[in-house]
C-alpha cells in the first residue's frame, strides 16, 4: 500500500503508478478527501518498498503481507461462526438466516455492546468517541468467545484489534463479507439506522476510504471469503454452508 502526500501531485502519483507496473503488479487507485492511497495487486514479494518510500509524493510505503493459514490439527472442535465484513454489508440479515439453517443460536455483537453500556451505538460515538466504543467491543467479543453452536454477527470493525479475532477463531470459523463500494452505498443509502462513521457529508468517499484501510485485516482474519454484490442472501448462506462443509475443523 502507497499513501501518498496530501499535496502529491498528479505527475507524482503517475509515476508512483509506473513504477509498480514494472514490478509486474497492478496499482489500485483510491483518491481520498485529504490523501491517495494506491493499492497493490499481485505479489508484494516482488516489490522494493524501500525504494517507493523515496519516490516523490510518497508519505509511505507499506508492504500488506497477508501470513499463510496455520492447518489447524484439530478436526471437527470448531461449532461457531462468526461473521464480519464492512458495515452495512448484510451480515446481520444473513447471521439470522444462517443460525436458521444450521439449528445455531444468533448472537449480534452490537446489541450487547449497547446493553453493557446502557445506550445505542450512535451515542456511544457521539458521547464517548470510537475508542471507548472499541475497549466494549473487545469485553463483549472476551464474554462470547466460549460460546459453542453460535453464529455471531460481528460489528463492522471487530478485525482491527486482533485480540478479538484471536478469541473468536478458538472455538468459531471467521466468514468475512464483501462487496463493491457502490453496493455497500446502495444499502445502507436508506437504512433508518446510520452508521455513525457514514454520517458525514461525503459517505461514498468515506466507504472508499474505509474499505482500503480495513482490507488487509478482514483479508488476515478470514478463514472463508463470500463475494456478496451479485448474490441475493439465500445464495449467499448456501455459499458458506458449502464452504463450512469442506473445513475439516468445523463441527455442524
Not at 25 to 42: F, H, N, P, Q, W
Not at 81 to 93: P, Y
Given at each position: 500500500m502507497i499513501i501518498m502526500e496530501t499535496d502529491a501531485t498528479q505527475e507524482q502519483i503517475a509515476n508512483v503508478i509506473?513504477?509498480?507496473?514494472?514490478?509486474?503488479?497492478?496499482?489500485?487507485?483510491?483518491?481520498?478527501?485529504?490523501?491517495?492511497?494506491?493499492?497493490?495487486?499481485?505479489?508484494?514479494?516482488?516489490?522494493?518498498?524501500?525504494?517507493?518510500?523515496?519516490?516523490?509524493?510518497?508519505?509511505?510505503?507499506?508492504?500488506?503481507?497477508?501470513?499463510?493459514?496455520?492447518?489447524?490439527?484439530?478436526?471437527?472442535?470448531?461449532?461457531?461462526?462468526?461473521?464480519?465484513?464492512?458495515?452495512?454489508?448484510?451480515?446481520?440479515?444473513v447471521g439470522q438466516l444462517l443460525a436458521k439453517k444450521l439449528g445455531k443460536k444468533c448472537i449480534k455483537m452490537d446489541?450487547?455492546?449497547?446493553?453493557?453500556?446502557?445506550?445505542?451505538?450512535?451515542?456511544?460515538?457521539?458521547?464517548?468517541?470510537?475508542?471507548?466504543?472499541?475497549?466494549?467491543?473487545?469485553?463483549?467479543?472476551?464474554?462470547?468467545?466460549?460460546?459453542?453452536?453460535?453464529?455471531?454477527?460481528?460489528?463492522?470493525?471487530?478485525?482491527?484489534?486482533?485480540?478479538?479475532?484471536?478469541?473468536?477463531?478458538?472455538?468459531?470459523?471467521?466468514?468475512?463479507?464483501?462487496?463493491?463500494?457502490?453496493?455497500?452505498?446502495?444499502?445502507?443509502?436508506?437504512?433508518?439506522?446510520?452508521?455513525?462513521?457514514?454520517?458525514?457529508?461525503?459517505?461514498?468517499?468515506?466507504?472508499?476510504?474505509?474499505?482500503?484501510?480495513?482490507?488487509?485485516?478482514?483479508?488476515?482474519?478470514?478463514?472463508?471469503?463470500?463475494?456478496?454484490?451479485?448474490?441475493?442472501?439465500?445464495?449467499?448462506?448456501?455459499?458458506?454452508?458449502?464452504?463450512?462443509?469442506?473445513?475439516?475443523?468445523?463441527?455442524?
Open positions: 509506473k513504477e509498480i507496473k514494472e514490478y509486474g503488479l497492478r496499482a489500485d487507485v483510491s483518491k481520498g478527501a485529504y490523501r491517495t492511497v494506491i493499492g497493490l495487486v499481485g505479489d508484494e514479494s516482488k516489490v522494493d518498498f524501500t525504494h517507493l518510500a523515496t519516490l516523490p509524493g510518497v508519505k509511505e510505503a507499506i508492504m500488506v503481507e497477508t501470513p499463510p493459514k496455520p492447518i489447524s490439527t484439530e478436526k471437527g472442535t470448531k461449532t461457531n461462526i462468526a461473521v464480519v465484513g464492512f458495515m452495512g454489508i448484510g451480515k446481520t440479515t446489541l450487547l455492546i449497547e446493553r453493557k453500556a446502557g445506550k445505542s451505538i450512535p451515542e456511544i460515538f457521539q458521547q464517548d468517541g470510537e475508542i471507548a466504543f472499541r475497549e466494549l467491543e473487545i469485553e463483549v467479543t472476551k464474554e462470547i468467545a466460549s460460546e459453542k453452536y453460535s453464529v455471531i454477527d460481528c460489528g463492522g470493525g471487530i478485525v482491527l484489534n486482533k485480540i478479538n479475532i484471536d478469541r473468536l477463531k478458538k472455538e468459531g470459523i471467521i466468514v468475512c463479507l464483501t462487496a463493491s463500494p457502490s453496493t455497500i452505498l446502495d444499502r445502507t443509502t436508506n437504512d433508518e439506522n446510520k452508521k455513525p462513521l457514514l454520517k458525514g457529508d461525503n459517505p461514498a468517499l468515506t466507504i472508499r476510504e474505509l474499505l482500503w484501510l480495513r482490507r488487509p485485516f478482514y483479508e488476515r482474519a478470514a478463514d472463508i471469503t463470500i463475494h456478496t454484490s451479485k448474490l441475493d442472501i439465500d445464495s449467499v448462506v448456501d455459499q458458506i454452508i458449502n464452504r463450512l462443509k469442506e473445513d475439516e475443523s468445523f463441527n455442524f
